[in-house]
């Protein structure tokens, strides 16, 4: 079914809490481990046509803000999610108090039952209001970033739109660009410091109602983390500055002096190349119309994948007014269907959209069809996001149909892009640890716990006395730091992992895809620990990963001039 076709249906609450103690009845009246699962695969398929309607929904209203029905829909569904995330909680209880709770692991899997034993933790009726506001919050925030438009030569822009402003070859361009990004921040810093302080002041009031000392705990269960903790984050950004930063220090200062400046301000951190990034070459039809050709030649898998994405009009790319920024993948269960949104800027980030969501979208088409449950359908973030940033490096062999003659220009560009973020993922995990471990700091103190922060992860960045950046509050147009809590980091572990397979796939390109696909197809029926062991490839957090990663990556930009 095509998306524009997806009927959407509000999920009403009553009914939902009147099917689900219905299956509660069954499970504690039944007689066999057999009639608790058949009662659970029944409330599992509801629950499919359930999560559907909430995709369905906030896709619509991302693609556009101001639409008034689905903007009521969103506030309705951010409104009753906590009570759907307590009926929930409810059936998970029944199955982990089960007397039939070793057949059923036997049957249904023990990871499951270790991932409802981590979900239990996360909630409580208690904290049902403040759940509501935090959802309340974090959509006012998104709704704020989406409205930000700013004037660029004489006319009004989305924010999104200065992406190539930002790259510009021209300096002056490059600096009136990031000041004019910068304005829109420091015009609105009142409602951005608000609300931040009320989003980590409304987590450790739910940390401290589940019995944690602070967010911290709460948090990490919130992502599902079933194999590491703060503590292999803590070693793993302790890797990262010791052993990655002086590389990245080392790919800044050649990308210095190849685009001709004697020390590197922020407007120049992105510029990789002194006549410009490479940018795709062709409309964004071209880009879509490769993108297919692509998938179609990579393999047999990737070839049925994308013609069910592009024939069912499961994506939306094109930036424009009222749009939520940035990009995403979601998935509607009830279809088997997984949905990109983004927003193409003319830059190569539209091709990573082409990768790193199809990445993501190519993982939850092949798990829909192996019949997993959906609690076991994608694995922990750091495993999803494993999934796309591979994608990005598996695909290298076709980057020519998007790139042509600069190529090799956006290959080394994309490698080392990749290396340059890993420090600043770092920065933002640390930060948000920080901020939920002082959540009395001020807005003053959190924008020099930042600035802090850049000196160890990026101490090759000059603000040049830029406003919003030069006082430290980079971290707000960081959305994740508001909405996904925690979350960032897996992005780092998972470019890790995605260097491994791309590593591999440099010295035998087949054995690299049955690695991943291996990885991809087990869904979530695995840890993160044992993908990584499944597919022959060291943890993040392991000593000395980092060391070896950065020495073989440096070895290739010396052997792949350009």
């Known amino acids: ?182 304005r829109w921040f420091d015009e609105h810093q009142k409602e951005l410091d608000e609300l931040y302080d009320k989003l980590v002041k409304n987590r450790t009031a739910q940390g401290k109602a589940m019995g944690y000392e602070n967010y911290v705990p709460l948090g990490y269960d919130r992502l ?59 409309t964004p039809d071209d880009i879509l119309a490769a993108g297919r050709k692509m998938y179609h030649e990579l393999s047999a898998e990737t070839k049925e994948f994308i013609d069910f994405l592009y024939d069912g009009e499961l994506l939306d790319v094109l930036s424009k007014e009222g749009k939520a920024p940035g990009g995403y993948c979601t998935d509607f269960p009830a279809y088997q269907a997984p949905f990109i949104f983004s927003n193409f800027n003319g830059t190569s980030g539209d091709v990573d959209v082409l990768t790193h969501e199809a990445g993501h979208a190519f993982a939850f088409y092949r798990a829909a069809r192996k019949g997993y449950l959906s609690a076991l359908m994608s694995p922990t973030m750091e495993g999803c996001e494993t999934h796309s940033m591979s994608m990005e490096f598996l695909t290298a062999p076709w980057h020519e149909l998007f790139f042509g003659p600069v190529t090799r220009k956006y290959e080394i560009g994309h490698c080392e892009s990749s290396l340059i973020f890993i420090p600043y993922g770092c920065m933002v995990d640390e930060f948000q640890h920080r901020m939920y471990e002082n959540p009395e700091l001020t807005p003053a103190q959190r924008n020099e716990v930042w600035l802090e922060l850049e000196k160890k992860y990026r101490p090759w960045i000059d603000f040049d006395n830029l406003p919003f950046y030069s006082r430290g509050a980079g971290w707000q147009q960081q959305l994740h730091i508001y909405m996904y809590p925690f979350y960032y980091i897996d992005y780092c572990m998972a470019q890790t992992m995605a260097f491994q397979f791309w590593l591999t796939s440099l010295e035998n390109r087949e054995e690299a895809w049955k690695k991943y696909l291996a990885f991809v197809d087990q869904g979530g029926t695995r840890t993160f620990e044992e993908l990584v062991e499944g597919a022959e490839m060291k943890l993040p957090y392991a000593p000395g990963c980092i060391k070896e990663i950065g020495e073989k990556i440096s070895k290739w930009i010396d052997a792949n001039p350009l």
Not at 8 to 17: A, G, N
Not at 104 to 118: A, D, P, S, T, V
Not at 263 to 270: C, F, R, W
Request: proline share 6%; charged share 30%.
């Open 1 to 182: 079914m095509k998306f524009s076709e997806m009927p959407y249906t509000r999920p009403d609450l009553e009914e939902i809490k009147k099917s689900a103690n219905e299956t509660l009845e069954k499970i504690h009246s039944a007689a066999t481990a057999e009639e608790q699962i058949a009662a659970y695969l029944a409330y599992e398929a509801e629950n499919k046509e359930i999560s559907t309607n909430f995709s369905v929904a906030y896709v619509r209203h991302s693609i556009d803000t101001r639409d008034e029905f689905y903007k009521k829909e969103n506030d309705y569904l951010d409104e009753i999610s906590p009570a759907l995330q307590e009926i929930s909680q409810k059936i998970e209880l029944a199955l982990l108090n089960s007397p039939f709770r070793p057949q059923l692991e036997e049957r249904l899997g023990k990871l499951l039952f270790q991932n409802l034993e981590i979900s239990i933790r996360c909630m409580k009726p208690e904290i049902m209001e403040l759940m509501q506001e935090e959802n309340k919050l974090t959509s006012e925030y998104q709704r704020l970033y989406a409205s930000a438009a700013v004037e660029w030569e004489g006319e009004t822009i989305p924010l999104p739109k200065l992406g190539p402003f930002l790259q510009s070859p021209d300096r002056a361009v490059r600096k009136a660009a990031c000041e004019t990004k910068a």
């Open 224 to 282: 599902g983390r079933n194999c590491w903790g703060p503590k292999e984050c803590a070693a793993f950004r302790a890797q990262i500055a010791s052993d990655m930063v002086p590389v990245v220090a080392r790919v800044k200062k050649d990308q210095a002096k190849r685009i001709g400046v004697e020390a590197m301000k922020l407007y120049d951190d992105a510029l990789m190349f002194p006549d410009g990034n490479a940018d795709p070459q062709g």
